[in-house]
C-alpha cells in the first residue's frame, strides 16, 4: 500500500492494485473564514495550498470515501470538482442522502462488511470529542481496509481516544493505524481529535503498527503541532513507530 499525506484528513491510498481519496479538503488557502471560538482567528482556512494540483489529485482515483461532513474534510470546492460518477462511501444513509443531493451518483453506505473490488472496506466508531462537545460535534466514522495480498490498514478519522478505538485495534489487528492527530479544540469543550496523549495511547495499545499522524497545521483551531508530537514520541520511545508526514509527503508498506 501507498499512503500520501495531502492535506488536513485528506489522503490518497493506494491499496491493492486501487486508489481511494479520503476526506477531500480541496478549497484554495484562505478561502473559507477560520472556525469560530479558536485560535488563530486572523487566518483563514486551509492554512496552507495543497502539494499538488486538483487535476493531479484526482487522477486515477477509483473511489472516494468521506468520513463525516465537516467542511475540512468535505468543502465546496470538493462538491463542484470531484467526479460525480466515482463510487463513494459514506458513514450513514442521512450523509449519502446530502451527498446524492450534490449529485454524486453511486454513493454507498459502510457497514461492517462492505467490499470494494474485492477489498473490505469496514466502517469503524469514533468519538468526535469528549462530553458536550460532542452533541455539537456529531457523527464520524473511520474506516479498515482488508485484502489478503495487503496489510490491514486502520483509518481512524476524526476520533479522539477512548475505548471504541482500542475496541477496534483489538478486532482488526491494523498494522499501520492513520490518527487524526491535530489536537483541534474550541476555546471551550477540549480536544476534538487525537492530542499527543492520545496517540500514544494508540501505540500502547498497537505496539507492533506503525502510526501516521494527520489533519495537523491545516485548519485555524489545530494546537498541537508536527515537530511538538515528533519531539513527545522521541521522549515517549516510539519515535520509531511514528510517521508524521509533511503535506505531499508519502509511505509505502
Known amino acids: ?136 460535534a456529531g457523527l464520524v466514522c473511520g474506516v479498515v481496509f482488508k485484502h489478503e495480498d495487503e496489510k490491514t490498514l486502520y483509518v481512524a478519522g476524526d476520533t479522539v481516544w477512548y475505548a471504541g478505538v482500542q475496541q477496534e485495534i483489538d478486532a482488526h489487528q491494523p498494522e499501520v493505524i492513520v490518527l487524526n492527530a491535530g489536537d483541534n479544540q474550541f476555546l471551550e469543550g477540549g480536544s476534538l481529535v487525537m492530542g499527543k496523549e492520545d496517540v500514544l495511547q494508540t501505540h500502547k495499545a498497537a505496539p507492533q503498527a506503525t502510526l501516521i499522524a494527520s489533519h495537523m497545521e491545516a485548519v485555524n483551531h489545530w494546537t498541537l503541532s508536527r515537530e511538538e508530537l515528533k519531539t513527545f514520541a522521541a521522549e515517549q520511545g516510539f519515535s520509531d513507530k511514528l510517521h508524521v508526514p509533511q503535506d505531499g509527503e508519502a509511505f509505502e508498506f
Not at 488563530?40 to 499538488?52: F, K, T
Not at 451527498?99 to 477489498?119: A, K, M, Q, Y
Request: proline residues 6%; negative net charge; aromatic residues 8%.
Open 1 to 136: 500500500m501507498k499512503i500520501e499525506q495531502i492535506r488536513n484528513a485528506t489522503l490518497r491510498i493506494q491499496y491493492a492494485g486501487k486508489h481511494f481519496l479520503v476526506d477531500p479538503f480541496l478549497g484554495d488557502k484562505g478561502s473559507y473564514p477560520p472556525f469560530p471560538n479558536s485560535a488563530r482567528q486572523d487566518q483563514n482556512n486551509p492554512l496552507s495550498e495543497l502539494p499538488v494540483s486538483k487535476v493531479q489529485l484526482v487522477e486515477g482515483i477509483d473511489a472516494l470515501i468521506i468520513t463525516h461532513l465537516h467542511m475540512d474534510h468535505y468543502d465546496e470546492a470538493a462538491k463542484e470538482f470531484l467526479p460525480k460518477h466515482l463510487p463513494l462511501f459514506s458513514q450513514n444513509e442521512e450523509d449519502a442522502q446530502v451527498l446524492r443531493n450534490d449529485g454524486f451518483t453511486n454513493v454507498n453506505v459502510l457497514g461492517e462488511d462492505t467490499s470494494f473490488e474485492g477489498i473490505s472496506l469496514i466502517k469503524t466508531q469514533g468519538e468526535h470529542g469528549r462530553g458536550e462537545i460532542l452533541k455539537m
